[in-house]
């Protein structure tokens, strides 16, 4: 198999085949405009239309936007853990794979991330594995939608109900997909989205809570916006008012109740997310196609790679095309090197508790957690975006087959 140095790739002048694919529609730019327009930049009508939006696609009661997935999951659990009056060093429940974020939250607001291993199939948390880890301190669980597909929803919330355990779905990475008929982002409390570059409905930065309980609302709000008094999170909650009304209001502005965050998005995010839900049949389409045809072209080298598989309960809509090596010849970093030699940008999948701030807040992990070690060892992902052309996706799947064949 020839390697090429690093730095050198063997298919010099093919632009990068991404993790992600940034596509700026004309309803984007006319959108942006708008706003750049109205000389609104801060939370405003785009704003409100993107989280009505985004709520009602989840079926949910409420959505709220801010700066990032990372922010939605740090002001969900301090909402909850200020609603449940938790104490500093009660755990939370988090997978053993996963973004790092989401156990990062966890740390930050003063709790004990609890890791449950992960199922070898769909590499998201294992129900069977969740109430060994539950103690007398567990407050909630963070399932984690892993890369569009939807987490074994059923169990999970069954043992939550029993156990009286918070949910928040990290979902991050999965949008519009349901569970049983029911979309991933209505089964928790809180749930929590990214529209990061290379997300489903990307914004370049930005985040959201979905939730249909009007008292974490009110809380998310005021996390995210210093800790203010509700009565005034938005430039325009004095609007119509006058009055001793409005000086509640003037009061309330720099009334700070608890401690928060600036975790404040703009309009312009907003109305790229807009335009982004607006096309979204169309790039759902194209995602379909893109994991169809991707998997056609790696079916043969199925007992090389576990292909993404799907669960029967569920539909998905994958953000990437994640691959776990199964044939023990396979040195995964050669693979990698192979694919990244020939501008196929990859990422290790999710892997957490080997990193090494993980491991020393809280020594070696890996030995308690055999499957998500034996991922942390084999399993990556690979892009598969509306961006991909047919001959892009059809390019990736022969620079495996030639890895594959010359073993
Ligand atoms: C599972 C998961 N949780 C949280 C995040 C954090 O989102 P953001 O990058 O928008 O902060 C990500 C981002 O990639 C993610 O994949």
Redo the contacts with the bound molecule.
């Keep these: 198999m020839p390697n090429a140095p690093r730095g050198l790739p063997l298919s010099a002048g093919r632009p990068q085949i991404g993790i992600g694919g940034c596509q700026i529609s004309d309803r984007a730019r006319e959108l942006v405009l708008q706003v750049l327009d109205s000389n609104r930049l801060s939370a405003g009508p785009m704003m409100d239309r993107f989280e009505r939006m985004i709520a009602a696609a989840h079926d949910r009661r409420y959505g709220l936007m801010c700066n ?4 939605a ?1 740090q002001i969900a659990l301090q909402a909850l853990k200020e609603i449940g009056g938790w104490a500093d060093g009660d755990e939370v429940l988090v997978p053993a794979i ?2 790092v ?2 156990a990062n939250v966890v740390l930050y607001n003063g709790l004990r991330p609890v890791f449950v291993d992960v199922d070898p199939d769909f590499y998201e948390i294992d129900p069977a594995q969740i109430e060994r880890h539950v103690t007398p301190r567990t407050r909630a669980i963070i399932p ?1 939608h ?1 890369g569009g597909l939807p987490c074994d929803m059923g169990p999970i919330m069954e043992i939550a109900r029993r156990r009286r355990l918070r949910v928040i779905e ?1 979902s ?2 999965a949008m519009f997909v349901r569970y049983k008929g029911k979309p991933v982002g209505s089964f928790g409390d809180v749930a929590c989205f ?3 570059i290379a ?1 489903l409905i990307s914004t370049g ?3 959201l809570c979905v939730t249909d309980d009007p008292e974490i609302e009110v809380l998310l709000k005021s996390i995210m916006n210093h800790g203010r008094d509700s009565l005034y999170t938005r430039i325009d909650d004095d609007e119509g008012k006058s009055g001793d009304s409005l000086l509640e209001v003037a009061r309330s502005r720099f009334s700070f109740v608890r401690l928060g965050h600036s975790f404040r998005a703009t309009e312009m995010e907003a109305a790229l997310g807009i335009a982004e839900l607006e096309r979204r049949e169309e790039t759902t389409r194209r995602r379909q196609e893109v994991v169809a045809r991707m998997t056609r072209g790696l079916e043969s080298w199925k007992s090389f790679i576990q292909l993404p598989r799907s669960r029967p309960e569920a539909e998905d809509l994958r953000m990437f095309f994640p691959l776990r090596i199964l044939d023990s010849r396979i040195v995964r970093d050669d693979l990698i090197r192979h694919l990244e030699d020939r501008s196929i940008e990859t990422r290790y999948l ?1 892997p957490l508790i080997n990193q090494p701030v993980y491991r020393s807040l809280f020594g070696d992990l890996e030995p308690r957690y055999p499957v998500a070690a034996m991922l942390n060892r084999t399993a990556f992902y690979v892009g598969s975006h509306p961006a991909m052309s047919d001959e892009d996706v059809d390019y990736v799947a022969d620079c495996f087959a030639d890895f594959f064949r010359a073993l």
């Design positions: 990032s997935g990372t922010s999951l996963t973004f974020a989401t984690v892993v990290d991050a990475e990214s529209t990061y997300h930065v930005g985040g999710l």
